[in-house]
């Protein structure tokens, strides 16, 4: 990793290379896009707005070209260009110029936030247009759709916040490798310390729970678009709590083991998510990593 940040830091054309390469490698193998939008976060925390400009734009422009030539697919580029390198051009120059991780995640999860109320402005009726797309996607696979129509017609209703989430988590991502890679070639341990920090206060945990108790006790329109938001602050608060309870593990006598058997367990059980995103938001009032830290010294 670190010999790839420091071949995208050697100058512009290295780094579009590796930004549009790796975004059309991403249309076999998806995780790759997080690579992608890494390069262009690297650059702008480290160059500044500007030059994060010129390689967002550079590496649109070349990765329109790979596509036309190797798939003669050119439109991917601009989706790239909108749905990732842009927002995470937006959100590195933030933590470049506030110097706080946690406003800078905080703030992608509102631009999601304002792309969900956006989209069902745009669209009229969000679920339907889920339902038909979920209705292609399994017509390809074969499946019988009669045993299938409940789920599609539940399902359709938080695709919305579900894509909106998906996509934040990428674009968090790769903020995340992108501030990594500033942090091995620059500034050793840096980026750990801003992570293990990570929180939200008690007035955004607040109008949290409040978006909650609409989805709850609002219906129709209103309430779909309340769990929809919802869904983008379980993002929120589950990326808080990972970092609460890795410094937690990490206070144990199994640290060694015990922080790595935590993500470990992330990615392998996800039940395990809606606890962490609850450790996320009471961490907003109880801060949980101060007394832990008091309780470890004590």
């Known amino acids: 990793m670190k010999i790839l940040a420091d071949y995208i830091m050697r100058g512009r054309t290295q780094a579009i290379i590796v930004a549009s390469t790796l975004a059309l490698l991403s249309l076999k193998f998806p995780p790759v896009s997080v690579l992608s939008s890494a390069s262009v976060a690297l650059v702008t925390l480290r160059h500044g707005t500007l030059e994060g ?6 590496a649109g ?3 329109a070209l790979l596509g036309f030539f190797a798939i003669d697919n050119y439109q991917f580029a601009l989706f790239y260009a909108l749905l990732l390198w842009l927002p995470v051009w937006m959100i590195s120059i933030i933590l470049r ?10 703030i992608a999860v509102f631009i999601g936030i304002l792309g969900v109320a956006g989209f069902y402005l745009y669209e009229p009726d969000p679920a339907a247009m889920w339902a038909g797309l979920l209705e292609q996607m399994i017509q390809q696979t074969q499946a019988p759709i009669k045993d299938t129509r409940i789920w599609i017609d539940n399902f359709a209703h938080y695709m919305t916040g579900l894509f909106a989430a998906g996509t934040v988590f990428s674009l968090l991502f790769g903020l995340f ?7 091995l070639l620059f500034n050793p341990g840096g980026f750990k310390q801003e992570y293990l920090a990570l929180g939200a206060g008690p007035k955004l945990a607040i109008s949290s729970l409040a978006v909650l108790a609409a989805a709850f006790f609002t219906t129709g329109t209103l309430s779909e678009i309340a769990w929809n938001m919802a869904i983008l602050l379980f993002t929120l608060y589950t990326v808080i709590g990972t970092s609460v309870l890795h ?5 144990t006598k199994m640290s060694r083991f015990a922080v790595p058997l935590f993500y470990v367990t992330l990615i392998l059980v996800p039940q395990v998510l809606p606890p962490v995103a609850i450790v996320g938001l009471i961490d907003a009032w109880l801060n949980i990593r101060k007394k832990n830290s ?4 004590a």
């Open 97 to 106: 110029e506030g110097r706080q991780l946690s406003l800078a995640v905080e």
């Open 61 to 63: 422009i070349a990765a």
């Open 177 to 183: 490798l992108g501030r990594w890679w500033q942090s």
């Open 247 to 251: 410094v937690v593990f990490s206070k």
């Open 294 to 297: 008091n309780q470890s010294g």
């Open 53 to 58: 400009m010129y390689i967002l734009f550079g």
